[in-house]
């Protein structure tokens, strides 16, 4: 069994990351367009790091693709920051387990911003539990690792460009390899 994390990312990719995100991107290739994205912007290597992964949660379960359609919400989130803790400290577990909760701090906070979404996006908000109310956005708000959460949902927004897909995945395991949590 392999043991090292970056294997371990490297393999859930190989395994699922050609399936379809839900808007005519690979997993794949959605991921990849979001770390490049964080690297223009000149993220942290930590941020980098969660916006390249933010998605891991969707390659380790065994449901269908378009779960989604069935009404289901996987909670990526939780799973992908859940399993990305064994390795990596909250700088980036944190952003991941809060980019959904970022969505839905943007559709109750940001004027447009829900109007903007795709359809698959809007699907995704619904069964994530829509958007926040006001004690739910001060609460969201609260959170050491809020600002984070929120610039990472928008490059996960960025990320579903078709046709272009960003570095190759090889490109992100120095990145990656920095902020591994060291015995």
């Not at 997993?27 to 941020?47: I, V, W």
């Not at 701090?105 to 447009?112: C, F, I, K, W």
């Not at 272009?164 to 395991?173: K, L, S």
Request: hydrophobic share 40%; proline share 4%.
């Amino acid at each position: 069994m392999k043991s090292n994390p970056l294997e371990l990312i490297h393999a859930a990719f190989a395994r699922r990351g050609h399936e379809g995100y839900g808007e005519g991107v690979s997993q794949l290739d959605h991921a990849r367009q979001c770390g490049a994205f964080a690297e223009r912007d000149g993220a942290t290597p930590a941020l980098v790091a969660a916006a390249f992964l933010h998605d891991i949660g969707h390659l380790l379960h065994d449901m269908p693709q378009d779960v989604a359609d069935s009404g289901i919400d996987t909670q990526h989130e939780a799973s992908g920051s859940a399993w990305l803790s064994q390795y990596f400290g909250a700088e980036v577990t944190e952003p991941v387990r809060l980019h959904v909760a970022a969505k839905r701090y943007l559709a109750s906070n940001e004027p447009g911003y829900l109007e903007q979404l795709s359809e698959a996006s809007k699907l995704s908000l619904r069964l994530q539990g829509g958007p926040f109310s006001a004690q739910q956005v001060r609460e969201f708000e609260a959170q050491t690792f809020f600002a984070d959460a929120v610039r990472l949902r928008r490059w996960d927004e960025e990320g579903k460009i078709v046709g272009f897909q960003g570095p190759d995945v090889h490109h992100f395991d120095t990145v990656v390899t920095a902020c591994l949590n060291t015995p």
